[in-house]
């Protein structure tokens, strides 16, 4: 059974906000990382944003970006929620979380070594698991499982809940979910098609979570 919220990142295009509206997942991504391909600037986000349905809401992914560009899209509602995948300091991440009074969301690279008590350290809202920055595969599951079945961990889960990215897909994301048990799937280049995300893979996909949800 799948039972969590469904993040699409990776959005640049009036039709990928004609698409999302259609499916309603909870959550989608405005990347504003330069070498992304993905890349939106604060004025295409802004457009976009002004099309999305209400009840979906707008994180903004950024690497290592000025906190006051990111307070500034967070203040004039561009975004709703700070993603933060770089080497932000607490610091930084309380300040953005202070004069905005919305959430931020610390990503986790994972690998063999990673430490989740250690990650947990954050003062951020949420964590986002991922093998990196965009790739769009998978990282080693079995150096986190073990990890997350510490009851220590569990209690700081529930406090702290977490969204699992990293090579997640339409096909892997069932498995995904029962395994990790995680607040959400955050899924990018797994419905994209030739490089832009693909209608009919997106409603496939929530099409899927919504009937193993109600089973």
């Not at 499916?23 to 802004?46: H, M, N, W």
């Not at 990503?107 to 986002?128: F, G, P, R, S």
């Not at 977490?162 to 955050?186: H, K, T």
């Amino acid at each position: 059974m799948i039972d969590c919220k469904v993040k699409i990142c990776g959005l640049r295009r009036e039709e990928d906000i004609c698409c999302v509206n259609a499916y309603l997942p909870d959550y989608i991504g405005f990347v504003f990382y330069p070498k992304s391909k993905r890349c939106v600037t604060g004025e295409q986000a802004q457009k976009l944003k002004e099309k999305l349905d209400p009840r979906i809401r707008a994180v903004g992914v950024f690497v290592n970006a000025d906190p006051d560009e990111i307070i500034a899209l967070l203040q004039q509602n561009i975004i709703d929620i700070a993603q933060l995948h770089g080497q932000e300091s607490e610091e930084q991440l309380r300040k953005i979380r202070e004069q905005t009074g919305k959430p931020v969301i610390r990503a986790v690279k994972v690998t063999e070594e990673t430490n989740l008590q250690e990650a947990y350290q954050t003062d951020a809202d949420y964590i986002l698991l991922d093998n990196g920055m965009g790739s769009g595969k998978p990282f080693p599951w079995d150096a986190i499982l073990q990890q997350l079945a510490q009851e220590e961990l569990q209690e700081k889960i529930r406090k702290k809940p977490f969204f699992l990215a990293g090579g997640i897909s339409p096909e892997n994301m069932e498995q995904a979910a029962e395994a990790f048990r995680p607040y959400a799937l955050d899924l990018s280049s797994s419905v994209e098609t030739d490089g832009v995300k693909d209608p009919e893979k997106i409603r496939k996909l929530m099409e899927t979570i919504r009937k193993r949800g109600t089973e």
